[in-house]
């Protein structure tokens, strides 16, 4: 083996420790101190620190069927009941069928397993949509989150989704599903209210993984609106605020700190995009309001770990 080859290896394990090891060890203290905000719930703190141990491994080893059986929170089989239960509900048709972009159609089972069976943006009766909520979908996407909420009995749900591809199969899910109580919001939240760049394509070249990013490089330019001025603006008080935006959640909650911090609403909040997060928002969110209840869970196999609080 060249001496190229060896300086690269070591170049690559270098990075490798500093991006998905040296963060659990540096950080150790906040990490305590958030697995104590879940104190009150045991299955919360084991899928904690289950978490924290296969982002870490994911980090060296990447997507693995082996990380996933045995470091995994979601047992393989609650998965594939889930989607197979997709399949029987959508063949007697209790599902919507919402229109998707051609190349997700593979995503489509994975989607509704998450969302309408598991209901991944819900904890048990802890925290989800009540009779009446203003609920605000962050990452709408397509507005499968929206649909649900409204199954669930939102009132009225406020769907900001900035992809300029998606918008047309929001706007026509939104027509065919929204009762009139879906409101198509083509903005990004972040920490300020300005103009960012905006990658359509997520890293797999699809939709769902589109997000905010300071590269220069295949991006558009989108407006960025932060909650707590959009909600000023439109008086509008939330009751349940749902954010799954590929890693932006920390600065959107920045931008939503008088929102929450005043009106106190449900949250769910992905934490699984990158390992920092873990346990940066729940410290966010213990500043703003430190009466939040916390709980977390495991939606998918391999990603959808979210974190839940109400007071």
Known sequence: MSVYSVTRIRQFMDFVINESVKPLITECELIEQAESFFAEDDLSREQYRRELVFMGLHGILGDSNILTKYAGNMPPKVWEDA??????????????????????????????????????YACEDFA????????????????????????????????????????????????????GRITRVPLAVGASSTRGGFKVKGENGDMSGACLTNAAEGVDTVPVVTIDDWCQENSIRPDFIKMDIEGAEPEAINGASHV???????????????????????????????????????????????????V
């Open 83 to 120: 989607v197979e239960r997709v399949a029987a509900l959508r063949a007697s048709g209790h599902l919507p069928e919402i229109a998707y972009p051609v190349f997700e159609d593979q995503a489509i089972p994975s989607m509704y397993a998450s969302i309408f069976v598991i209901e991944q």
């Open 128 to 179: 989800r949509p009540r009779e009446g909520d203003v609920f605000l979908d962050c990452g709408a996407f397509c507005g499968e989150t929206a649909i649900w909420a409204l199954y669930r009995g939102a009132g009225h749900v406020y769907a900001f989704e900035p992809n300029p591809e998606a918008a047309p199969y929001l706007v026509a899910n939104v027509a065919r599903f929204g009762r």
């Open 260 to 310: 929450i911090g005043a009106y106190r609403p449900s949250l769910a909040i992905c934490l699984y995009h990158r390992l920092s997060d873990m346990w940066v928002i729940p410290h966010m969110l213990k500043k703003l309001v430190p009466e939040y209840r916390f709980r977390c869970r495991k939606n998918a196999p391999n990603a959808e770990f979210v974190l839940y609080a109400t």
